[in-house]
């Protein structure tokens, strides 16, 4: 199977890199929305580009940071020129923060984009119908998750279904709930009727990926004030239908999940792609960046591709490291890094040879008869700092070309069947069927528990509740961008960030829940666009 990756083109009124990983390898620059739009093939790269705003906010630190901050399980570590979003204090703001700038250009640019090929497909007159029809689902889909990260975000936004070509200066705030019922579901049922289960180029939209998107729109609304009657109901029914009617499966490990070198397993319903050809795969992905610990000056150690760059951007809370049974779940040790291995013989400590333990994280506290016994580093969780905390090891990526290197090239998962499954349990709940949530979620903790403790790992329908599923979504998909925006729709935020990260607690307020619609769309709009509550 073919992967599809976008890298470079310009079209219209705004840049996007674009083009294609394995499909013709070919760089596609500096043309004309105006010539784009003639021909089948100009075609094709006008869909291609549609894609590229995934790969400004998946797998960078834009995204990590406006999805892993400010939670209940990542704070702000060391370094970094965000922290603001993780304190909430007055760093958080509408002309200062760039991220909350960035991201509303870069996803309304790819609105634009999916409008402009919705809009022209009926002139190109070499399109087959079954062509068309397939990449206007694509587009759909795209505009749909476009639309309803920018909804989750800053709730109330402009809606828009037509392609601009020129300078617009009038703009009004939709209420979500119509943007939701006129654009995200819509787009969305559309996808699902007309995208295949599966496409020859890994990486575009397809039906399953439209149903797992659709199931967690519909959970996210039937929290809201404009939630229908049936969107729990219907959320559990999409989610199940990805686990039963497509060949994913979980697979048999929880690490080979991130096993780098077999990224297109069948676990995977929807990633974005990335590549180790520096000619095409632009800033990379920068995932193994941000949660690892400075290991790279402690004795016997130095920087090295296998264990990282240590931007030490994300420290996880006290409450994070506390949530998984360790003696029943090899998910803890599966997902952080804990021994580092003596590699720098300039600075090895007494008694430590290379490739000795040179550095050990217990995760407990032991006894200082136990550190005097030992010849390396101890770092027990009283010896957590901004600098040193355990790093997280899902997105580690040994493959990089040199340690400096920053463009790694790791696929990023944005849809993946276990968290499928705990997105039917949370809308089974909903929906008052606490058993059927169980069952799902005991798949999950099935393939998470270690040898002989299965038994242990198993909850019953009395155990699930939304403090549950949101713990057990924390255990498994720990760091995946998901965070803010599953305290967001529980409506669990305050509560569980006042609890448990001690850098946010003092600030965060009821109207954190959204963020700062940026200042140049307030400034640019004839008559004003309209700040949310608090900013």
């Known amino acids: 199977m073919k992967k599809i990756l976008i890298i470079a083109i310009t079209l219209g009124v705004f840049t996007l890199p ?31 580009a549609t894609y590229t705003p995934l790969r400004d906010y998946y797998a ?10 400010g939670t209940d399980t990542y704070k702000n570590g060391a370094d970094g020129s965000h922290k603001g979003i993780n304190q909430y204090d007055s760093r958080l703001n509408a002309q200062g923060e760039a991220y909350f700038r960035d991201f509303w250009r870069s996803f309304y640019a790819g609105i634009n984009q999916a409008n402009a090929v919705i809009r022209r497909a009926d002139e190109i007159e070499e399109l087959t119908d079954d062509l068309k029809t397939l990449r206007i689902a694509e587009v759909r889909f795209l505009r749909a998750l476009f639309y309803f990260e920018l909804v989750r975000t800053y709730g109330d936004i402009h809606l828009t279904l037509e392609e601009t070509t020129g300078v617009e ?36 939209a397809t ?13 996210t609304r039937g929290y809201t004030d404009d939630a229908a009657a049936e969107d729990f109901t219907r959320a559990a029914e999409l989610a199940e239908s990805v686990i039963n009617d497509y060949d994913f499966a979980l697979l048999d490990s929880f690490r080979e999940v991130f096993d780098q070198s077999a990224q297109m397993h069948e676990e995977v319903v929807w990633s974005v792609q990335y590549t180790q050809d520096p000619l095409i795969n632009g800033p990379g992905n920068n995932m193994h960046l941000y949660f690892l610990m400075v290991y790279d000056v402690q004795p016997g150690m130095t920087r090295d591709t296998e264990n990282g760059r240590p931007w030490r951007r994300f420290w996880p809370t006290d409450f994070l490291l506390g949530l998984w049974n360790k003696e029943a779940d090899v998910r803890f040790d599966d997902s952080f890094k804990r021994v580092f291995y ?10 430590v040879n290379l490739g000795d333990t040179a550095i050990y994280l217990p ?12 010849p390396y580093m101890i770092i027990a969780p009283s010896d957590y700092t901004e600098q040193l905390f355990p790093t997280l090891s ?9 340690r400096q290197y920053e463009a790694g090239s790791r696929d ?21 069927n606490s058993q059927r949530a169980a069952e799902l979620i005991n798949v999950v903790r099935e393939r998470a528990a270690k040898e002989g403790m299965e038994a242990a790992m198993q909850i019953t329908a009395a155990d699930v509740d939304i403090d549950f599923i949101l713990d057990e979504r924390a255990r498994e998909l720990v760091g995946e961008m998901h965070r803010f925006f599953d305290l967001t729709r529980t409506g669990t935020l305050v509560e569980r960030v006042k609890a448990h990260n001690p850098q946010a607690a003092p600030n965060i307020q009821p109207f954190h829940v959204l963020r700062p619609i940026p200042q140049d769309q307030i400034d640019r709009t004839a008559g004003g666009f309209g700040q949310n509550e608090g900013y």
């Open 18 to 48: 674009s083009c294609e990983k394995f499909l013709e390898e070919e760089l596609v620059s500096d043309v004309s929305a105006s010539s784009y739009y003639v021909d089948e093939a100009g075609f094709e790269a006008a869909v291609n």
């Open 60 to 69: 960078r630190e834009m995204g990590a940071t406006l999805t892993v901050f």
């Open 169 to 204: 200066t009038e703009a009004t705030r939709t209420p979500a709930g119509e943007i939701y019922s006129q654009a995200i579901i819509p787009d969305l049922e559309f996808a699902i009727a007309n995208l295949p289960a599966t496409q020859d180029d890994y990486g575009r």
């Open 207 to 219: 039906q399953p990926a439209a149903k797992h998107l659709l199931s967690k729109v519909l959970l």
């Open 342 to 351: 003596a590699n720098n013989p300039a600075t090895l400590p007494e008694g």
């Open 363 to 374: 995760g407990e506290e032991v006894s200082q008869e136990f550190r005097d016994s030992k």
């Open 394 to 402: 899902k997105f580690l990526d040994p493959l990089r070309p040199d």
């Open 412 to 432: 990023f998962m944005v849809m993946r069947l276990a968290e499928t499954y705990l997105l039917g349990a949370e809308a089974y709940f909903k929906a008052n």
